[in-house]
């Protein structure tokens, strides 16, 4: 009987303590690359903020909103918007140069169908926001400025419209705080 | 030494991975639109299926059968956990390029498979073998598959950025059903049917 009790306790055990070890080597290892991985995060941003404006000395970032100052002028603004393309999400640093001018855009991950919809993430569309008025941010079938990628509508429609809703939010958020 | 080359080369050609097992179909499917992607997948699943083959072999002799499946599964996923936070905070530009396909290793069957059917019975010297010999197998179904979807389907073939060669004419117009799902089913069954038909596999 307690042979049998034994037996029964002993796959229970093994599997506890397995889960056990997998747990602190898996808390260890985030530990150690915690750090690491936190500075990449930080380095990537930074990295993008200095692509959109080369000139920027210092970056202040509050209500997901990064405020980008070179000797105590603010030369900009730059913020994250997402929108649901063909594949998932796609995920955009949007940079404005003031309350009424987008500077340029980053697609910083997507999803889209490779060589269709991914074409988004191409020079030749990004390009398209450069210095564009946020008034004019809307595919050119919808009276705006931006030419949608053949064959790829939905990728096209879903990065301006993020661009476009998240822009026009922000630009609220801005002239709200003087 | 004899035994571990045939543990080795067996996981090549005769039960390669992908053809053969028809294992680990779901990141084939997936992963398999162009070489670089290939080679990340190869390199994220090589490095799990050589840890946690070792592992489990290595304690395989403790392993209650009852529980071996959430054993082997617990061991696959740490793996996989720490391949990916060390690509992220080392190696970020491929950790990058990786992106969706690195947690997609915990439900490779060709993890799992090698775990039951090999790394479950035998000892740490040849799960080693078998763990190289069937990385390389994959590696080569996925770079012959992601090689004829990418030059199909965008009529280049880029290798990390570089463009080696593309053909003009499929360029302007490419095949882009070869990208998308129904070309990946389509590739890897008339790749199936043409390496059973020659006799490369049976």
């Keep these: ?178 | 030494m004899t035994r571990w080359r045939k543990d080795f080369l067996k996981g090549i050609i005769v039960s390669n991975p992908v053809f053969v097992l028809v294992l680990g179909l779901c990141p084939t499917l997936a992963i398999s639109t162009s070489i670089d992607n290939a080679l990340g997948m190869t390199m994220g699943v090589t490095i799990v299926l050589l840890g946690s083959n070792i592992i489990i072999s290595a304690i395989r002799k403790i392993i209650p059968n009852s529980v071996r499946i959430p054993v082997f599964i617990v061991i696959i996923a740490s793996f996989v956990t720490i391949v990916s936070l060390t690509f992220q905070a080392y190696f970020p530009d491929i950790y990058e390029s990786l992106g969706i396909f690195l947690p997609l290793i915990v439900v490779n069957c060709i993890v799992l498979g090698r775990a039951e059917v090999f790394a479950s019975k035998n000892s740490v010297f040849y799960s080693i073998a078998d763990a190289l010999g069937v990385a390389i197998g994959f590696m080569l179904a996925l770079l012959i598959i992601s090689f004829i979807r990418q030059l199909l389907g965008t009529g280049a073939l880029t290798i990390f950025g570089n463009e080696l060669f593309s053909l003009p004419g499929l360029v302007e117009h490419p095949l882009s059903i070869f990208i998308q799902a129904p070309g990946a089913f389509l590739v890897i069954a008339l790749l199936m049917a043409l390496f059973k038909h020659t006799g490369v596999i049976e």
């Excluded at chain 1, 000395?57 to 913020?79: P, R």
């Excluded at chain 1, 393309?85 to 980053?106: A, M, P, Q, R, W």
């Design chain 1, 1 to 178: 009987m307690k042979n049998s009790k034994a037996k029964q306790a002993l796959p229970i055990l093994v599997l506890t303590v397995v889960v056990l070890i997998a747990v602190s080597v898996l808390s260890f290892t985030h530990d150690i690359t915690k750090a690491a991985i936190a500075e990449q995060k930080d380095n990537k941003v930074k990295n993008m903020l200095k692509e959109m404006f080369p000139s920027i000395e210092n970056y202040k970032y509050e209500d997901n909103l990064y405020t980008i100052s070179s000797q105590d002028d603010i030369i900009g603004y730059a913020f994250l918007a997402s929108g649901q393309g063909y594949g998932g999400e796609i995920e955009i640093l949007v940079g404005l140069e003031d309350e009424n001018t987008v500077k340029s855009i980053i697609i910083i991950s997507q999803t889209e169908t490779p060589g269709i919809g991914a074409r988004i993430t191409e020079k030749s569309f990004t390009s398209q926001f450069v210095n564009l008025p946020i008034d004019d941010i809307a595919l050119s079938r919808d009276g705006g400025k931006i030419d949608a990628l053949t064959g790829a509508t939905i990728s096209s429609n879903a990065t301006v419209n993020a661009v476009r809703e998240t822009s026009i939010e922000k630009v609220r958020l801005i002239k709200e705080v003087p």
